[in-house]
């Protein structure tokens, strides 16, 4: 069995008789996953959240439109169970969030909150890249989105400033606000938070 | 009601203006350093005549021939404070009030600083007299914020925030509306009268955190029986960022994503939070040019939300007025 499996990683076939106790293996073990998604309520948005499941070999086995139920932001939740690798999972979970799609929940990770922020002052100077490592590197968020406006010119006064998704774990939003508030602090940059739990 | 006006600043002069359309006589006036007493000829009910104190106070500068004193001794039922806000031992505004109420009559209060920066002395003088205090025109000018949190009862109140800075709110929206800078939109509202030579105050969030504070003072005193079990908030107690440094390149960012930047004001009954903050651009909290908004949470009657003029004499004088019509 593990001949078979070694010889053809990528293979879901034989996948389904694994029974094997071995931990190291179960990553090329097809499983079932569920993905909760958040879309916007216009046509199509559906058929585009589901194409980068099939495209990575996902097997989709049930699909749960909670029409007229909304979330918060008022976008419709959508449940999808689908059948994939551990690494092509974590395949759909990207290639999902590069189509822009909000993944609220992936497997056992809850990301079901979305937070913008700006950040200004001397972004650059103080090593932009540095900041935004540090900020994945905080456990209750990642950093989905980064948009950045440098002034125009030489010599200018201006401070650049950044606009930052973060995608925060459920019920993780201050925590992750408190990790970019202590970092700003840090860095002798400011920072506008955004009004959360506020604006319906 | 009978009316001792101190303070002839722009909110002062439109209260003695307004107070006969609202039923009360205005009985004495003072500035700084001058004051009108109602000689008590035609009555104890005859006031002062408004046109000519506001008159005389544009044209000479001062109110009358009296001493401000006078004014202070006069036979009022309730004391306007509309001295400009001072912080630290609020004086003199804090005093002008405190001795109203040592004659057990009433005091009105414009002044932010008293209620600001004393409350709790503010409260022990209001319990040792027959005379009582309303501050409504010192949160959000004519928006009645503090009247509808005593409506709601304190207790109740999760939280209150809002817009409570005209000046830095102009600037904010002019600033994301034609991409301009700082300087520029605030030498702009100072040619429109909209922000002061010196706008600190206004543009540090010093005057959006003392109507929080007064607020959060009036959730933490409204929701206990005895004040001496509510915590008292100053100005020390709030966590100020100002608007000064905000980049137009923040604002264009924010807006690319349909979102804007508001001085925000936050009060609970633990935390006074004064920042600009990122809100929806079409959303309930972004007011645009100098309007207010207040946002109340409660706990059983979801969010309220008032907007409406936050400064400005006659609207300033309304919430007054309406203040001295809440202790008849």
């Known amino acids: ?200 | 009601m009978r009316l001792a006006v101190i303070g002839a600043g722009a909110v002062g002069r439109s209260v003695v203006d307004l107070a006969a359309e609202y039923g009360h006589q205005v009985v004495a006036v003072a500035d700084s350093s001058t004051a009108v007493v109602a000689d008590g000829s035609g009555g104890r009910n005859v006031g002062v005549d408004p046109e000519a104190v506001v008159t005389r106070k544009a044209e000479a500068g001062i109110v009358g021939d009296d001493d401000p004193d006078d004014a202070l001794a006069a036979d009022y039922d309730v004391l306007v404070e509309a001295t400009p806000t001072t912080l630290g031992d609020a004086e003199p505004g804090f005093s002008h009030v405190t001795t109203a109420l040592e004659r057990d009559r009433h005091a009105v209060l414009a002044n932010k600083g008293p209620v600001a920066e004393r409350f709790g002395d503010l409260q022990a003088a209001v319990a040792d007299s027959a005379g009582e205090i309303r501050f409504e025109a010192t949160v959000g000018g004519a928006i009645p914020a503090v009247s509808t949190v005593e409506d709601i009862e304190p207790g109740h109140v999760t939280a209150v925030r809002g817009v409570l800075n005209g000046t830095a709110n102009f600037i904010l929206t002019r600033m994301a509306a034609e991409g301009l800078g700082y300087d520029h939109v605030l030498a702009e509202a100072q040619d429109l009268g909209v922000a002061e030579a010196d706008p600190s105050f206004d543009v540090d969030g010093t005057d959006a955190a003392l109507k929080c504070v007064i607020l959060a003072n009036v959730l933490s005193f409204g929701a206990v029986d005895d004040p001496a079990d509510a915590r008292e908030f100053t100005l020390d107690d709030a966590n100020v960022e100002g608007i000064r440094d905000v980049p137009g390149s923040a604002l264009r960012l924010a807006a690319e994503d349909g979102r804007t930047v508001r001085l925000i004001g936050e009060a609970t009954g633990e935390t006074v939070r004064v920042a600009p903050r990122l809100v929806p651009e079409n959303g309930t909290l972004a007011v645009s040019g100098t309007q207010n908004i207040v946002q109340i949470e409660t706990s059983h009657a979801g969010r309220l939300n008032i907007s409406g003029r936050g400064a400005g004499g006659p609207e300033t004088a309304s919430a007054v007025l309406g203040d001295v019509g809440r202790l008849e």
């Open chain 1, 1 to 200: 069995m593990s001949d078979t499996r070694d010889g053809a990683p990528d293979s879901s076939d034989g996948a389904a008789v694994d029974t094997s106790p071995d931990g190291g293996h179960a990553a090329s073990t097809p499983s079932t996953h569920t993905v909760r998604l958040e879309l916007v309520d216009e046509p199509g948005q559906l058929l585009a959240a589901l194409h980068p499941i099939a495209d990575n070999g996902g097997n989709l086995l049930s699909i749960y439109h909670e029409r007229g139920n909304k979330t918060p932001r008022g976008r419709i939740p959508v449940e999808v169970d689908f059948e994939a690798t551990q690494e092509r999972f974590e395949g759909i979970v990207e290639a999902l969030r590069s189509e822009g799609v909000n993944v609220m929940q992936a497997g056992t990770e809850r990301y079901a909150e979305e937070v913008t922020l700006l950040l200004f002052g001397h972004l650059i100077d103080t090593d932009l890249s540095d900041t935004l490592s540090r900020i994945e590197a905080c456990e209750s968020a990642s950093v989905a989105d980064v948009s950045l406006a440098a002034p125009q010119g030489t010599g200018t006064e201006e401070s650049s400033s950044a606009r930052l998704r973060l995608e925060a774990r459920a019920g993780e939003t201050e925590q992750a606000l408190a990790a970019v508030r202590e970092l700003a602090d840090d860095k002798d940059l400011r920072l506008v938070e955004p009004l959360t739990g506020v604006e319906a």
